[in-house]
Each structure stands twice: as structure tokens, then as C-alpha cells.
């Protein structure tokens, strides 16, 4: 297993996996918490973003690859926080709905994190933060074609719910990145309680199949590494919970200003990384 899977960034110059939790530099986990607690707010108050912020905030201190394997479980429990959102009715309606996509992606998903050791971790970083500020630029501006492209490609036909999920599944195993996914769903009009009871039904399966997988492909450094992306499920609820409180006070636009310019500085600290300018 590559070095940079355990190293986190040089200024801190800790071992993950190769030595105790316990040995990590205090102001490394205080890091770690406070980018799963915001990341947690971000989702209790949006309906998505834990992934996506949380793996960009942790990727411009550690690799990519740590990112992304941390954040496993507490990704999973973000989704069985906001899962209470559905009814049993509307679960086994989406599910039915949205069955081939939700199958497709978990496969693809498999297949991204068995390749997520053979990704250098510089191109990696260069990557996430190219797709994160994307995102947000397709969100806060009309970009001409998107529209046509998605009313051919983002259609609920089975064949096309495979090929779109497959794809969707590959870069978030390797990523973390699920705006693909989200935007995916965002193209199906549903209501807000709704929409963000999918993307947790859809996100609980993904990263249900995910903790497995993890464990039996050896992406966990060691068992310490994985006991911390464990106990780092409760600040992620807490953080949650947090933001679905908020939630209430913010109006949408307040809501888009602070998670988009949020994933802005991100992106950019991103691209900056991968370049090797900061």
C-alpha cells in the first residue's frame, strides 16, 4: 500500500494506521472533528453536501485516499439521520421508482473504491477540486446545453438509470463525490422533503454496501484507522442535527450563499493542491 495512503499532510507527519489513534497530534483531530461537524451541519441543513465538503476540507490536509476512507461510516450515518424524512410508504415507492439506478450505482461505487489505490494522490486532489468548483458553477450559472443534455440523459427509462448510475457509482467509490448522483435526482422535480429523503435512501444503500466493501478490499489502513471513521459517526449526528435546527432560519438563498461559497474556497484550496501551489 502506497506511503501517502498513511501519511497525513507533512506538517503534521503522523502515521495513520501505523500507530494508535491516540498518537495523532491533538491538533489533527480537533481538524478532523471540526470539518465533520460543519460538514454535518451543511447536510442537516441542505438535504446533501456531508461527502462533498467533508472529503474536500479533509483532502487539503490529508491524501485524497484518507478523505475518502474516514468518512465511510460517518457518511452512513448522515443518511440514517436524514432517512426519518420518508414515510415507509414513499421508501418503498422511491425504491421501486428508482431501483435500477440505486443497483447501478452501488456496482459502480464497488468498482471505484477497488480502483482507489491505483489513483496517484496528486491528480486525485487536482480532480476534486476541478469537480467541486463545476458543480458550483452549473448550479449558479446557466451553462447552454445542460438543460437539452439532461432531458435525453437524465430520464427514468432502466437502461438509461444503469449507464447514468454505473458512471455516478464510479467516481463517487473513488471520490466520495456524489453531486453527480444529486444532480441526478435534483432533474426528477420532487418536492423538498422529498428530494431529500431520496438522496438519503439512495446514499444509505450506496454506503451500506460501502462499509463492507471497504473492510474486505483492505482500503482501512488498520484498525485504528477504521474505529476512528467509526467514532466519528457521533459529531457527524451531532452536526446533523445542528443544522436541520437551523435549517428553518436560513432562507434558500442564504442556504446556497454558504454551502456554495463554502465548496468555492474548498475548490480552489483543492486546485491549488493539485498543482502543487499550496
Known sequence: MRESRLLVHAEFSVPLGAADISALEPATLGIILAVVLLAGAVTGIAGFGFALVGTMALATVF??????????????????????ELDRSSIRSCSRRFYPYIGATIGGTVIGMWLLEAIPAQPLTLALGILTLAYVGQQLVSIPGVDRLESRCFVERPSVMIGVGSV????????????????????????RTLFVGVIALIFLGINTVRVGAAGLLGLYPSLEVALLSVGLAVPTVAGVVAGQRLRPFLTPKQQRVGVYGLLTVIGLRLVFGGLGIA
Request: proline fraction near 7%.
Open 63 to 84: 491524501p485524497p485516499s484518507v478523505a475518502v476512507v474516514l468518512l465511510i461510516v460517518p457518511i452512513l450515518a448522515t443518511n440514517l439521520s436524514l432517512i426519518g
Open 168 to 191: 455516478s457509482g464510479l467516481v463517487f467509490g473513488a471520490t466520495n463525490v456524489g453531486v453527480q448522483i444529486v444532480a441526478y435526482i435534483q432533474s426528477r422535480q420532487l418536492g
